[in-house]
């Protein structure tokens, strides 16, 4: 279960993803994943276009994906924090990133700025929620039917 990641401090903020990331078909978008040590591809249909699917690569640094779906989502940790069904959100002064960093912290060569340019942010789908921290976000669209297709080839990055 998520709440075992982390927990709500109370502090954090959910704001939208700057750049805004496609909207996700809310009923099949056919959720992909792929990843390494480095990166993490998702690939999704996009609402109300059944001819393109959204890229979206993260340079993770730790990935969930799992519950909740859309039926349970009010259970989510972030829920009374503004996380709602279906919008692709960041969490500022996010739990997760402030537990990677104290669980970090018996690195003999801890520092604790390394995690300030960390960000967390919550992709809600139909089925399930991916979660991810990573420095930056980026989206392409491509003219496809099947996310699962768009990664078959695809390279990441340390590929």
């Keep these: 279960m998520l709440a075992t990641m982390y927990e709500a401090s109370g502090k954090e903020r959910v704001i939208p993803i700057e750049p805004l990331l496609p909207e996700a078909d809310a009923g099949a978008p056919e959720l992909r994943i792929l990843a390494n ?25 730790a990935i969930y994906f799992g519950d909740p779906n859309d039926e349970a989502f009010q259970g989510h940790p972030l829920y009374r ?46 089925d399930g929620t991916f979660e991810c921290v990573a420095r930056r976000v980026r989206a392409t669209i491509t003219d496809a039917v099947d996310p699962a297709r768009v990664l078959t080839n695809a390279t990441l990055d340390g590929d």
């Design 81 to 126: 924090s503004g996380l709602r069904h279906y919008t692709f959100a960041e969490v500022v002064k996010s739990p997760w990133i402030s537990a990677m960093e104290k669980q970090n912290r018996v690195h003999p060569s801890h520092d604790r700025a390394q995690f300030s340019s960390l960000r967390h942010f919550i992709l809600p789908f139909h």
């Design 37 to 61: 040590d480095f990166e993490v591809a998702i690939a999704y249909r996009i609402a109300g276009d059944d001819d393109r699917v959204a890229v979206v690569r993260f340079d993770a640094r």
